[in-house]
């Protein structure tokens, strides 16, 4: 390879997350140096920056040319999967590093690895931050929300590459900010994915009574998604449910959402969320039911059976009979998704607050609210009013009593009781 400049920044771990992070920040005028342990994708992703525009990205095969490319104070951030993995790159790399670098973990690490990291490379001089990324390929590549935890001076190291590559929302900046210390930033990403489930639940269970108890067909249900993106929920996960409605199976007849096998596992920051609230002794009724519904859409073969049994008992369709204005009850499915959004907020907020208090984190509630505006999976014009409450009111003992809140929620609670009702049948 040819003799090149010092980069500005490194990257190890080129699956979907680092490949397409390490080309924004390429994109965004940094040069950077990549290295994965896997050498096939360092070719892979410098053959993508040549196509996507001459990027400046060199490769490495070795981690010892690969630290020694980078500028010092040498910033080299690992995108591997989380446990085991981040330590044995953390020592494959920390060989080459000197005193004054800095280490940061982007991936969804358990918050505790991330504090104990960054007591064990301080005891070679380096520092660490544990920094939570959300937007998957299409953020990464983008720009993502994230959110960095740890060494304050390491996060000034590269504050700048920060505040570039991140989502930008017009009204309110770059989705980037320092969090806190110690794994505050993996602890917020974690919680950032528990309301994650809770609002994929929630869209699931608002499909599930639009289809069986409205009878909606895939066209209706594209239009209502399409129509609730233009208010009070305008999302990204809005926006790509009401996009599925509407897309063709291409191996056989009819539409590809029908196809789906309504079977899912997870990854676990999910279940961290859970552990977390009965840990706290913190309430997060909807974000533990999503996990439930999780544990039980695995169980795909007993659930076939069950069905079977109960059918041949005598449980039939109760939903099949009843009567339904589907313009009524695509309003009140509406309302009731959005006040139940409400709640699974306030869920993950009221956690996010109980853990700063207990660690000392000092964490700014409204902030993390601006910060997953733009370019995180949870991305939604409703964090908007969330940012607005703990600016009324920094200290919100819940988002529940904020008055604004409170409205929305008294305003909805009658359409809410219909839809339970229609679903009890
Ligand atoms: N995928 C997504 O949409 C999102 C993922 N994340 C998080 O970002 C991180 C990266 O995710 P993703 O890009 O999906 O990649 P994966 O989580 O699938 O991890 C794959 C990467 O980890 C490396 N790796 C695995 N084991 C080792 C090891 N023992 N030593 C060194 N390297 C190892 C792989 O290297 P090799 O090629 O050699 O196997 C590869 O680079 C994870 O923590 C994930 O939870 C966060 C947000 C979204
Ligand atoms: O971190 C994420 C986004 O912010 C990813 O979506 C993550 O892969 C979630 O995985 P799972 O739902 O399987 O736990």
């Known amino acids: 390879m040819a003799q090149q400049p010092l980069t500005r920044i490194g990257l190890a771990g080129l699956a979907v997350m680092g490949q397409n ?16 342990r896997t050498t096939s994708k360092v070719d892979e992703t410098v053959e993508r920056a040549k196509e996507e525009g001459n990027l400046p990205l060199y490769g490495f095969h070795d981690p010892e040319a690969f630290v020694k490319s980078i500028q010092k104070p040498r910033v080299i951030i690992m995108l591997v999967k989380a446990g085991a993995p981040v330590d044995q790159t953390i020592k494959a790399l920390s060989a080459y590093l000197e005193k004054g670098d800095c280490i940061i973990d982007g991936g969804n690490e358990w918050y505790e690895n991330t504090e104990r990291r960054e007591k064990e490379v301080a005891e070679l001089g380096l520092l660490y931050l544990g920094m939570g990324v959300s937007g998957g390929e299409e953020g990464a590549r983008r720009g993502p929300s994230m959110m960095p935890g740890g060494s304050i001076e390491a996060y000034k190291y590269i504050e700048d590459i920060l505040l570039k590559v991140a989502a930008q929302v017009p009204d309110s900046g770059p989705c980037v900010t320092y969090i806190g210390k110690g794994g505050s930033g993996n602890f917020v990403k974690m919680i950032h994915n528990g309301i994650e489930y809770g609002d994929m639940q929630l869209i699931a269970e608002a499909y599930d009574v639009l289809k069986s108890v409205g009878k909606l067909t895939n066209e209706e249900l594209q239009s209502a998604f399409t129509e609730w993106n233009k208010g009070e929920l305008l999302s990204f996960l809005i926006e790509i449910t009401a996009d599925i409605f509407g897309i063709k199976d291409d191996k056989g007849d009819g539409y590809l959402v029908d196809k789906v096998l309504d079977k899912t596992g997870m990854k676990g920051t999910g ?42 008992g005598g449980f039939s369709d109760i939903l099949t009979d009843q009567h339904v204005d589907k313009k009524q009850l695509i309003d009140d499915v509406r309302k009731a998704l959005y006040a139940a959004k409400i709640c699974s907020y306030a869920q993950g907020m009221n956690l996010i607050r109980a853990k700063s208090v207990e660690k000392g984190w000092g964490l700014e509630l409204g902030e993390l609210a601006r910060i997953w505006k733009g370019g995180c999976i949870i991305r939604a014009i409703f964090l908007d009013r969330i940012k607005q409450a703990y600016d009324r009111n920094a200290n919100l003992a819940n988002l529940l009593v904020d008055p604004e809140f409170a409205k929305e929620i008294i305003d909805r609670q009658s359409a809410w009781r219909r839809v339970k009702g229609k679903v009890a049948g």
């Open 21 to 36: 992070l390490a080309l924004n920040i390429a994109d965004k005028g940094f040069p950077i140096s990549v290295y994965n």
């Open 271 to 312: 279940k961290w969320t859970v552990q977390q609230a009965a840990e706290l002794s913190v309430a997060a009724p909807t974000i533990e039911a999503s996990l439930d519904a999780r544990f039980l859409s695995g169980l795909k073969d007993e659930r076939v059976e069950a069905a079977k049994i109960f059918k041949s």
